[in-house]
């Protein structure tokens, strides 16, 4: 997890931050569906995060005193158990679009038959806007940065915008705008070729709802896979700069340094 940025929903942020830890693959299905609502009826080549699975745990935040997080959630493919793991845990009430930032993991995941292969980033960046756009009350909201800010559709930069504005957390999970660093080589393609670009100006909104700036962007190699540049990260163990009540009582010298480095 690299960082949130809070309004109202403060507490709601820092609960749900633990969800940036990690994401395990569940399962298959062809319809979307939420922890709330159940499967919808249009077909949708996503798959449903449930808690029929359970596993060994300590429901340490159930029941809640208040009413239960609200939250949308984008987890990968290989990682997504994270996300069912925190709801066993707490009272969390969750939307969610998967998104792999491996192309080929993202592509063949979810589709059998004539959709198989069919589940590319147009579409799945399709249901993002989709969910973003609807009048759900989300509390939190954990976005990676898959292939950059920029890269996200518009209309999906503008909501998230609106809704930090009027109060919803935002867990940004290693924030990047997309663009090639100044000094990456020249590439006559985009960025990456799986993905939709769009145009933003390299210093404008993403640096405006994150408070970690001018992070570099992740670099592809000639296959189009991310690879995360050293000088991008920065590793150790966390620790309190400041007093805040968002930290306020939070064990930061017991989290595993290891897993949590970035």
Not at 73 to 81: A, D, I, N, Q, T
Not at 91 to 102: E, H, K, N, Y
């Amino acid at each position: 997890m690299r960082l949130f940025k809070c309004g109202w929903g403060v507490r709601r942020a820092l609960q749900a931050a633990a969800l940036a830890c990690g994401w395990v693959f569940l399962g298959f299905a062809l319809n979307h569906t939420s922890a709330e609502s159940g499967p919808e009826t249009v077909s949708r080549l996503d798959v449903p995060f449930t808690l029929d699975v359970p596993t060994p745990h300590v429901a340490w935040g159930k029941p809640s005193p208040g009413t239960p997080i609200r939250a949308f959630v984008v987890p990968s493919v290989s990682e997504g158990r994270t996300l069912v793991e925190l709801a066993e845990r707490t009272d969390l009430r969750f939307d969610t679009v998967m998104i792999d930032d491996a192309w080929d993991v993202n592509t063949w995941t979810v589709g059998t038959d004539e959709n198989y292969e069919s589940r590319n980033y147009n579409l799945v960046y399709k249901y993002l806007e989709e969910d973003l756009s609807k009048p759900t009350p989300y509390e939190v909201m954990v976005l990676p940065s898959l292939h950059g800010w920029n890269r996200l559709p518009p209309a999906v930069r503008e909501s998230v915008r609106k809704r930090v504005e009027q109060g919803a957390g935002l867990v940004l999970i290693h924030p990047t705008t997309g663009l090639p660093a100044p000094d990456d080589p020249p590439s006559e393609r985009p960025l990456n070729n799986f993905a939709p670009d769009y145009s933003v100006a390299p210093d404008g909104e993403l640096w405006d709802q994150s408070p970690l700036v001018d992070v570099l962007s992740d670099r592809l190699d000639n296959s189009g896979f991310r690879q995360i540049r050293p000088d991008a990260v920065t590793a150790g163990a966390w620790s309190n700069v400041a007093v805040h009540y968002i930290t306020c009582n939070v064990p930061l010298e017991t989290f595993p340094a290891a897993d949590l480095k970035h």
